[in-house]
T-cell receptor, first 112, second 114 residues
Framework: EADIYQTPRYLVIGTGKKITLECSQT?????MYWYQQDPGMELHLIHY???????EKGDLSSESTVSRIRTEHFPLTLESARPSHTSQYLC???????????FGSGTRLTVV | AQTVTQSQPEMSVQEAETVTLSCTYD???????LFWYKQPPSRQMILVIRQEAYKQQNATENRFSVNFQKAAKSFSLKISDSQLGDTAMYFCALNTGTASKLTFGTGTRLQVTL
């Protein structure tokens, strides 16, 4: 079944650790997005990609980085996690913006 | 630039009643698409309904329908016969067709009570 997958679902990690949040989709979508969302709050776009080897920063400044080496894979990396990075991270993909997005289940990150 | 405004941070409705969530938007484009997304607590965000601006007929999906007022740039979501499972954050979103990104509103938290 075509879908978008995020792992891990929950992550608790110590300050200073490097972490990678995984996002993969099986729909062949060129466009992928990362959003940061505090629980019950609005969405903030932090990174997006319109295809392989194409990545852009979003509206909200973020210390994270992304890569897009394969169409289906769009991982997000934090080189040195801090408590201020504690949040939920949502990955989404789309074929065309006019069709809307398909969202993953999210990764809830806690940095202690 | 386009904007989406949801002026109701929180709403509450009793089970089986009808509730309307408000959304206004602004864009200079003539061709655009509007969406309502539902995000249940700790669950995946899903698309509820989609409206194409050039279609005058309001979109419906089972108990969910929209009131699309193009001139007023208003796009409200009506939920009929509310169920406990409708408890969620609801986000209104806009795509102008020329862009690949969606512009989201700040969300409305809906609580359905017994």
């Amino acid at each position: 079944e075509a879908d978008i997958y995020q792992t891990p679902r929950y992550l608790v990690i110590g300050t200073g650790k490097k972490i990678t949040l995984e996002c993969s989709q099986t729909m062949g979508h060129d466009k992928m997005y990362w959003y940061q969302q505090d629980p019950g709050m609005e969405l903030h776009l932090i990174h997006y990609s319109y295809g392989v080897n194409s990545t852009e920063k979003g509206d909200l400044s973020s210390e994270s980085t992304v890569s897009r080496i394969r169409t289906e894979h769009f991982p997000l990396t934090l080189e040195s996690a801090r408590p201020s990075h504690t949040s939920q991270y949502l990955c989404a993909s789309s074929e065309r913006g006019t069709y809307g997005y398909t969202f993953g289940s999210g990764t809830r990150l806690t940095v202690v | 630039a386009q904007t989406v405004t949801q002026s109701q941070p929180e709403m509450s409705v009793q089970e089986a009643e009808t509730v309307t969530l408000s959304c206004t938007y602004d864009t200079s484009e003539s061709n655009y698409y509007l969406f309502w997304y539902k995000q249940p607590p700790s669950r995946q965000m899903i698309l509820v309904i989609r409206q194409e601006a050039y279609k005058q007929q309001n979109a419906t999906e089972n108990r969910f329908s929209v009131n699309f007022q193009k001139a007023a740039k208003s796009f409200s979501l009506k939920i009929s016969d509310s169920q406990l499972g409708d408890t969620a954050m609801y986000f209104c979103a806009l795509n102008t067709g020329t862009a690949s990104k969606l512009t989201f509103g700040t969300g409305t938290r809906l609580q359905v009570t017994l």
